[in-house]
């Protein structure tokens, strides 16, 4: 009996229209979890029939986690994977809300697409009914509508809507899928792939529900934690004041990532903070699937000269620096309607931001000038060149086609010296942390299989010091504190340990801000869910062996695809000062860094050129 989930994958041939349906044992659910787990079990497979031939055909996976669709906070996570348009690599892009779940009570652990539609389609699923409908009349539209033509077209206001919007349709490199308007597969690309399907959207209900095998214990866990999580400051930090929290948090340390990265601190930070948008323009306060945290944003704008929708959610944090301090645009409403325009077109808030940020400095550098602008005078801190642009790359008018191909794309086209402060690491746009104040982060943008990402690992500053945060990580093996801006040895191991917990939560279908360090569920609750949901007996050692078998295994894709370490260079601009604030000064020691990763390939069991050694795969069964 499977308790937890159905062990059937949706496998749909956009070739031919057919559909069948991939049956997953229990042993292999359990293996890789789901996820990024699930997506490199498949893709490894492909890989057998020749890595060309994997590549050109490029299947889109969207795969929910072992966990996903449990009654608990943080158990909501979809993930979708594709070899990246941006890395050329393994890529992936996660989101939560309610997608996941909704597929789940359909009777399905995930959907795969292989070849490419004749012609715009979306795809209707209501349990086992799969349905292939034209979708030329959507084509062109931006998310919001198009999510209101698909529910009246289906008579169900109810199904949850995975979709691309213009920017997928046009093959922007950084076009995202978003998910019930709000939830965003944001970063990796996956949009374009999408798009290049000509997959506009998919729709789902579920009516199965799913079965777990002791959902008295799930409740119990539930209603618990629904309490417990407003006595810890970092899990009811983000009820009251979102993912923003981190603006001020970041301006105090002085690694707010302002005018691209030149500085730390950013003038008007206090105006972008999540304090003020919870004084100003936030509406209420919305949750995923089935989470009492509610750490989304909804905001409304209702001006003569500027309105905000309610109905796409609210800036992140990530979002408001890419957008605000990265930019020099300290206007919080501003900042909200690029939000509502970048989820309406289906794009990246943060490679977006970062793409303008880098074309404003070489404006004002005179690498480009009014020519290449159209007449926009393109100067951090204008707002209404910060609007202009964002239309330009959706449609990749002017400018914005060059910048539609990302920082490093863009710099390779303008040269003179622009790669110097183009701020990618794998052609994917660095966020909004400044490794220069958190060693560890780097070491995340560096080994990212997806390239820079800011996700792939709790942030070094969460276990610097001891006390309940550190202790609480105990089960996974995290005993000794190490500072933020420390190297060597031990921080190479405190990094992976971290990476393969957060690893693992991917693959399960967890958000990394319910679980410890970054949240407030103890290790062993969190077990206790998962083993309640399915039955087994999964401890916390079985789950970070998990997580490193997803880690190693996306390692072991991108060496095939040629995605090695001569890809992790971090930007130049890292090993230079700080401009302003806090951190003033501090840049990353090169030697050091690199000393680091080798001690961290090691920790791994990987060899010196970072490639997986043949007795750590077959340790891990890949």
Not at 49 to 78: C, Q, W
Not at 164 to 177: K, R
Not at 241 to 248: D, I, L, R
Request: aromatic letters at 8%; charged letters at 25%.
């Amino acid at each position: 009996m499977k308790y937890g989930y159905s062990g059937k994958i949706l496998n749909i041939n956009l070739n031919d229209n057919s559909k069948k349906v991939i049956e997953l044992d229990e042993m292999t659910m359990r293996k890789y979890m789901g996820g990024k787990g699930l997506i490199g079990y498949f893709m490894k497979n492909e890989m057998s029939g020749g890595i060309d031939k994997m590549v050109e055909e490029n299947k889109l996976y969207f795969m929910t986690g072992i966990m996903s669709g449990i009654p608990n906070a943080g158990t909501s996570r979809l993930v979708v994977g594709a070899v990246s348009p941006i890395t050329g690599g393994f890529g992936i892009s996660e989101s939560g809300g309610f997608f996941a779940p909704e597929l789940k009570k359909a009777g399905w652990d995930g959907i795969i697409f292989e070849g490419e539609a004749k012609g715009p389609v979306y795809i209707h699923i209501k349990d086992d009914e799969v349905e292939i409908r034209e979708a030329s009349h959507l084509w062109g539209k931006g998310i919001g509508e198009t999510n209101s033509l698909i529910k009246e077209e289906l008579g169900d206001s109810s199904v949850k809507v995975s979709q691309i919007g213009p920017a997928g349709e046009n093959q922007v490199q950084y076009s995202c899928i978003i998910n019930d308007l709000k939830h965003a597969c944001g970063r990796n690309g996956m949009g374009a792939v999408m798009g290049a399907k000509k997959v506009k959207a998919i729709a789902v209900k579920g009516t199965k529900g799913i079965e777990f095998h002791d959902s008295k214990s799930i409740l119990d866990i539930s209603k618990w934690y629904s309490q417990y999580f407003k006595e810890k400051p970092l899990t009811y930090g983000l009820y009251l004041y979102g993912t923003a929290a981190s603006v001020t948090s970041n301006e105090k340390a002085g690694v707010l990532p302002t005018r691209n990265f030149r500085d730390g601190s950013f003038e008007g930070a206090e105006k972008i903070s999540g304090e003020a948008m919870a004084e100003t323009i936030l509406k209420k306060r919305e949750g995923c699937f089935s989470c009492p945290i509610r750490c989304k944003r909804v905001v409304e704008v209702n001006r003569e000269n500027l309105t905000v929708d309610p109905k796409f959610g609210g800036p992140e944090y990530e979002t408001i620096g890419a957008m605000g301090s990265m930019c020099g645009i300290d206007n919080l409403e501003l900042i909200a309607k690029t939000h509502e325009i970048c989820n309406d077109m289906g794009i990246d808030t943060i490679s977006t931001g970062v793409a303008i940020a880098f074309a404003m400095e070489c404006y004002e550098k005179g690498i480009i000038g009014s020519v290449q602008t159209d007449g926009i005078e393109l100067k951090f801190g204008n707002e209404k060149a910060l609007l202009e642009m964002i239309e330009k790359i959706v449609y990749k008018k002017g400018l914005g086609a060059i910048l539609a191909k990302g920082v490093k794309g863009a710099s390779e086209e303008f040269g003179m010296g622009s790669e110097e402060f183009a701020m990618h690491v794998k052609g994917q746009e660095l966020p909004m942390h400044d490794p220069r104040g958190k060693v560890g982060v780097g070491l995340g943008y560096s080994l990212s299989p997806t390239g820079a990402d800011h996700m792939q690992a709790g942030h070094d500053t969460l276990v610097a010091s001891a006390g309940e945060n550190l202790t609480n990580m105990n089960p996974i093996g995290l005993t000794e504190p190490v500072g933020a801006l420390e190297y060597g040895k031990e921080k190479g191991i405190l990094y992976g340990k971290l990476e393969k917990w957060w690893s693992f939560l991917n693959m399960a279908g967890v958000c990394d801000f319910v679980p410890v360090p970054r949240g407030s569920l103890p290790v062993d609750k969190l077990m206790e869910l998962l083993n309640s949901a399915t039955g087994w007996n999964v401890t916390a050692e079985e789950a970070v062996e998990a997580g490193e078998r997803g880690i190693t295994l996306a390692r072991y894709i991108n060496y095939k695809l040629g995605v090695d370490e001569k890809t992790e260079e971090l930007p130049k601009r890292l090993y230079q000062p700080l401009e302003n604030g806090n951190m003033k000064g501090n840049m990353l020691d090169r030697d050091k860094f690199i000393a680091m990763k080798k001690d961290y390939y090691d920790f791994m069991g990987w060899n010196e050129n970072g490639e997986p050694a043949e007795e750590t795969l077959k340790r891990l069964g890949i």
